[in-house]
């Protein structure tokens, strides 16, 4: 069960740093379903 959260926030993190990346490209990317809270 440990190990599943901290694979959440694993997840979580990933999505922030593939945004930053993705901001820095120039390229706009809507998360749909990888991220349910980010429009």
């Known amino acids: 069960m440990e190990d599943f959260s901290l694979e ?6 990933m999505g922030d ?9 120039g390229v706009k990317v809507h998360y749909t ?5 980010r429009p």
């Open 33 to 37: 379903g990888f991220q349910g809270s």
């Open 8 to 13: 959440k926030e694993a997840s979580k993190h």
């Open 17 to 25: 740093k593939f945004e930053e990346y993705f901001k820095r490209l």
